[in-house]
């Protein structure tokens, strides 16, 4: 008589001891969720690393933002006082205080459910987050604008967006975001952690970066939203002159006038209302412009690359158009000068590319901007 055929491992027989399934997905306790940006450090390794790069006093509280599983909670709680982790995810937050439950590090967690963007935060020493990628920006700025910004954040996040955190003037990554870090605070990169660390494992490498804002005697004493305000407009064409992106952009001016208008009122300065024909010159205003600066919007659709011919051919060498006259109010045409004034008499950067400025090019472009009654906050 023939052997009866043994039935095979993980077979429809199978008994329930039989080994787990292979595939990652069918052990997970819940699904990871693309909306949050949840990848998993698994590492202990890793996890370990940034906790000890943070400096960690006994004495600390400490914000984790994304706390996920818990796994870098588990590493902060044996170094610090306390631990408030702010999640998105109700499944996430319920997973991390399941990790303390009945432990005596239980009393030193408080777990905040919602958008650490939107949410008032508590006082604390340091930041350490496995950052989702979809904050990254929004966070570093929210940080660094605090009134008491904390002692240090050690941060991870998408490799790309690190080396824009450190990038110097003239490098291809150079941008707003690199001006306002290095501003405010000093910039290290500390780790680079290769995508096969997390659970899902992203589509890139990722790496932490310390961030120490400047305390004290050290921080700038000028508004972040003053500084910030210009820098959005340096950096909106980064690449152009600064000719180009602040008299050849007409959202540009016609924002400057009103923020213009706004200092004269505070300031109780009469403005001049007067409407004055005067030649349509260049593209700053086109043929959509109006007869009062009250019906003027802020049109965001306009292609940032239609740079007026003014600035593309040398004035001696132009062909003389037919120019057609319009009414503008007098108060646009004097802001327009001053603008004009600030980037060619005072600072002498018109012919500057924001990719090129460095620090101090914008503080005395700022100053220049103040002193003629041009703010940005």
Same mark, same amino acid.
């Given at each position: 008589?023939?052997?009866?055929?043994?039935?095979?491992?993980?077979?429809?027989?199978?008994?329930?001891?039989?080994?787990?399934?292979?595939?990652?997905?069918?052990?997970?306790?819940?699904?990871?969720?693309?909306?949050?940006?949840?990848?998993?450090?698994?590492? $202990?390794?890793?996890?370990?690393?940034? %906790? &000890?790069?943070?400096?960690?006093?006994?004495?600390?509280?400490? @914000?984790? *933002? #994304?706390?996920?599983?818990?796994?870098?909670?588990?590493?902060?709680?044996?170094?610090?006082?306390?631990?408030?982790?702010?999640?998105?995810?109700?499944?996430?937050?319920?997973?991390?205080?399941?990790?303390?439950?009945?432990?005596?590090?239980?009393?030193?967690?408080?777990?905040?459910?919602?958008?650490?963007?939107?949410?008032?935060?508590?006082?604390?020493?340091?930041?350490?987050?496995?950052?989702?990628?979809?904050?990254?920006?929004?966070?570093?700025?929210?940080?660094?604008?605090?009134?008491?910004?904390?002692?240090?954040?050690?941060?991870?996040?998408?490799?790309?967006?690190?080396?824009?955190?450190?990038?110097?003037?003239?490098? $291809?990554?150079?941008?707003?975001?690199? %001006? &306002?870090?290095?501003?405010?605070?000093?910039?290290?990169?500390? @780790?680079? *952690? #290769?995508?096969?660390?997390?659970?899902?494992?992203?589509?890139?490498?990722?790496?932490?970066?310390?961030?120490?804002?400047?305390?004290?005697?050290?921080?700038?004493?000028?508004?972040?939203?003053?500084?910030?305000?210009?820098?959005?407009?340096?950096?909106?064409?980064?690449?152009?002159?600064?000719?180009?992106?602040?008299?050849?952009?007409?959202?540009?001016?016609?924002?400057?006038?009103?923020?213009?208008?706004?200092?004269?009122?505070?300031?109780?300065?009469?403005?001049?209302?007067?409407?004055?024909?005067?030649?349509?010159?260049?593209?700053?205003?086109?043929?959509?412009?109006?007869?009062?600066?009250?019906?003027?919007?802020?049109?965001?659709?306009?292609?940032?690359?239609? %740079?007026?011919?003014?600035?593309?051919?040398?004035?001696?060498?132009?062909?003389?158009?037919?120019?057609?006259?319009?009414?503008?109010?007098?108060?646009?045409?004097?802001?327009?000068?001053?603008?004009?004034?600030?980037?060619?008499?005072?600072?002498?950067?018109?012919?500057?590319?924001?990719?090129?400025?460095?620090?101090?090019?914008?503080?005395?472009?700022?100053?220049?901007?103040?002193?003629?009654?041009?703010?940005?906050?």
């Amino acid at each position: 008589m023939g052997k009866a055929k043994a039935a095979k491992r993980g077979g429809a027989n199978s008994t329930p001891y039989d080994r787990p399934s292979k595939h990652p997905a069918a052990n997970n306790v819940f699904k990871f969720s693309k909306d949050f940006g949840q990848h998993i450090l698994k590492n $202990p390794g890793i996890a370990e690393a940034i %906790v &000890n790069k943070s400096n960690l006093k006994p004495t600390d509280t400490v @914000l984790e *933002v #994304g706390p996920g599983t818990g796994n870098l909670t588990v590493k902060i709680l044996e170094q610090a006082k306390k631990v408030i982790a702010v999640e998105m995810d109700p499944r996430m937050a319920a997973e991390t205080t399941k990790r303390v439950q009945g432990k005596p590090e239980q009393k030193r967690l408080e777990v905040l459910l919602g958008d650490v963007i939107k949410t008032t935060l508590p006082n604390f020493d340091v930041c350490i987050s496995n950052t989702p990628y979809q904050i990254s920006s929004p966070l570093v700025f929210k940080l660094l604008s605090m009134p008491n910004p904390p002692r240090t954040c050690v941060l991870m996040f998408q490799r790309e967006f690190a080396m824009r955190l450190t990038a110097r003037p003239g490098d $291809p990554l150079y941008c707003r975001l690199s %001006v &306002n870090a290095q501003f405010w605070a000093r910039i290290t990169h500390i @780790l680079k *952690v #290769g995508r096969n660390n997390f659970r899902p494992p992203p589509q890139v490498d990722s790496s932490v970066v310390r961030i120490e804002p400047k305390l004290g005697s050290e921080r700038p004493n000028i508004s972040f939203e003053e500084w910030d305000g210009m820098l959005r407009v340096c950096f909106n064409r980064r690449n152009k002159t600064l000719r180009a992106s602040w008299l050849g952009n007409k959202q540009v001016l016609l924002l400057i006038e009103r923020n213009y208008r706004l200092w004269c009122a505070t300031n109780d300065i009469p403005v001049d209302e007067e409407m004055v024909t005067a030649d349509d010159d260049d593209e700053a205003w086109g043929d959509d412009a109006v007869s009062a600066p009250q019906a003027m919007d802020i049109d965001e659709g306009e292609d940032e690359d239609d %740079v007026p011919s003014f600035f593309k051919t040398d004035a001696s060498t132009r062909v003389e158009k037919t120019k057609s006259r319009k009414a503008f109010p007098k108060v646009y045409l004097l802001v327009k000068e001053k603008v004009r004034k600030v980037l060619e008499d005072v600072t002498e950067l018109a012919d500057k590319r924001s990719g090129k400025c460095d620090e101090n090019d914008f503080l005395r472009l700022l100053g220049a901007f103040n002193a003629e009654g041009i703010h940005f906050s």
